[in-house]
C-alpha cells in the first residue's frame, strides 16, 4: 500500500473527500515525526509504539572489499507493533 492508496482507504472508511483525508494523513504524519524529533515516545493503543533510540558506535566490515570500517553512534526509530495489530 503506497501513500495514495492510504489516503483513499482513510476517505472511504471515514466519509471524507479525499482532500480532507490527505490533510487528516499529513497532519498525523507531521505530528508523528515532529514528536520522535523531539525524542517523546508515541504509543497508538492497538496499534503499537513509536519510540527514538541511541545505536552505540561501532566497527563493522565493508563486504565488497572486507576492510574494517567505524560506524558512528546514531539515533534510530524503533517501532513495537501492538498486541492487536496482527489479528
Request: hydrophobic content about 45%.
Amino acid at each position: 500500500m503506497n501513500r495514495t492508496d492510504l489516503v483513499n482507504e482513510i476517505a472511504a472508511k471515514a466519509n471524507l473527500n479525499k482532500v480532507s483525508a490527505k490533510a487528516a494523513l499529513d497532519a498525523c504524519l507531521e505530528s508523528i515525526a515532529q514528536a520522535l524529533a523531539n525524542e517523546d515516545k508515541v504509543a497508538l493503543l492497538g496499534f503499537g509504539t513509536f519510540s527514538v533510540v541511541n545505536k552505540e558506535a561501532r566497527t563493522g566490515i565493508n563486504p565488497r572489499t572486507k576492510e574494517k570500517i567505524e560506524i558512528p553512534a546514531r539515533k534510530v526509530v524503533k517501532f513495537k507493533p501492538g498486541s492487536d495489530l496482527g489479528k
